[in-house]
């Protein structure tokens, strides 16, 4: 039972509920029996929802719980005398079990029971997937049965079918929330694992960072402290700051105040453009074109300049972030309220006086009059 066999069989099943709604709709508004609460569109979209949403939570919860209970079963299945006392080596050996059902390739020499608990995994397999195919065939069946019996002119189809638009709607501004949760959650439980074998001050106040196996070398746990990798952090946001600040600010100061309308609705959209490219696309660039030019360079003044050193890192990120300072800079200034520019106008804070020569060659668009300050 493949994805794209199911996915094809809930289209069809969606269309076919669609036109049993439709049909049904307009043979009891053809009846006599009164006049339709909703359209025949929406008694069409109620019947798909009753039909192909009970089939899909089935099929979902064998995805999400029917691997996870075959392989506790055959687990269950394997001789003791075989079965690692382990967790991580019962891990290692259902995966093991897992590709020979499967069919992948295996290194090393296959045991007899492992035949045996992939055979029996793929019977469980195939049971698991029949039984999941006939309960979304029934549930799917009990729907249009449903779905036609019960469709009559006072059902409100049109509310139940935006009921269901509306839960579904929270559950997808509902999924943003759940997945920060989980991702902090996960985070914070790997925490408390790795501080087990680490302790908070040498992690926090550490100067080495050389992280390793307790198997490796002389059996010693390697480093672990914070400060390098604050420190290098802090160098790549400082370096980043240098070179996106004064670019970005220019540009937001430039586009907001001296170029035309022409020149802004062309060059702002292009320098957004930053914005929207990968960062596994910077990261590219860095290492084949900025930190070899970099290195080049050095080389040329006599600096010892390496491909992957934190200058490498600090220009290319700040290439990165140039379209946010920018937009954001511009974005603020075009907000100034018209009277303290009118104030810092009065002070004196006006535009840059531009040079004689360009002054004479250009005019202002309003006048023949010279533009600029006399």
């Known amino acids: 039972m493949g994805n794209l066999t199911i996915v094809v069989a809930l289209l069809l099943l969606t269309a076919l509920a669609y036109q ?73 050996l259902m995966r093991r079990i897992d590709n020979l059902a499967s069919g992948f390739g295996l290194t090393g020499q296959v045991q007899p029971f492992e035949q045996a608990a992939a055979a029996y995994m793929q019977r469980l397999n195939g049971t698991g997937q029949a039984v999941t195919l006939a309960l979304m065939a029934a549930c799917a069946a009990l729907g249009l049965f449903w779905s036609w019996r019960h469709t009559t002119a006072a059902v ?6 935006e009921r269901a638009i509306e839960i579904a709607l929270i559950a997808c501004s509902a999924v943003a929330v759940v997945t920060t949760v989980g991702i902090v959650l996960s985070m914070l439980g790997e ?15 550490g100067t080495t960072w050389n992280p390793r196996f307790a198997t490796v070398g002389d059996g010693g746990q390697g480093g672990f402290g914070l400060l390098p990798l604050l420190a290098g952090t802090l160098l790549i946001m400082a370096i980043a700051m240098l070179v996106a600040v004064p670019l970005g600010l220019m540009t937001a100061i430039y586009m907001s105040e001296y170029a035309s309308p022409r020149v802004r609705n062309i060059a702002k959209p292009v320098i957004e453009v930053l914005a929207g490219i990968p960062t596994i696309v910077y990261g590219v660039f860095a290492l084949i074109v900025v930190g070899p030019f970099l290195s080049a360079a050095g080389a040329a003044v006599g ?15 700040g290439m990165m972030i140039i ?42 668009r309003a006048s023949s009059a010279p533009c600029c300050w006399a």
């Open 20 to 92: 049993l709604g439709l049909t049904r709709s307009r043979s009891v508004a053809g009846s006599g029996a009164g006049r339709l609460h909703s359209r025949p569109a929406y008694h069409g979209l109620l019947a798909v929802l009753r039909a192909v949403i009970p089939a899909v939570g089935i099929y979902i919860l064998w995805v999400v719980f029917g691997t996870t209970v075959i392989e506790s079963v055959v687990l269950s299945s394997i001789p003791t005398e075989h079965l690692p006392p382990q967790d991580l080596q019962q891990s290692a």
């Open 156 to 161: 409100r189809a049109r509310d139940k079918v």
């Open 191 to 205: 925490s408390l694992r790795f501080f087990e074998y680490v302790k908070p001050t040498d992690f926090f106040f």
């Open 303 to 317: 600096l010892n300049i390496r491909t992957t050193s934190a200058l490498t890192a600090g220009v290319v990120i």
């Open 323 to 364: 379209p946010f300072i920018s937009s954001l800079s511009d974005d603020i200034i075009t907000q100034v309220p018209r009277a303290m520019r009118d104030g810092s106008l009065a002070l004196g804070g006006t535009k840059a006086k531009p040079s004689s020569r360009w002054c004479y060659r250009r005019r202002c």
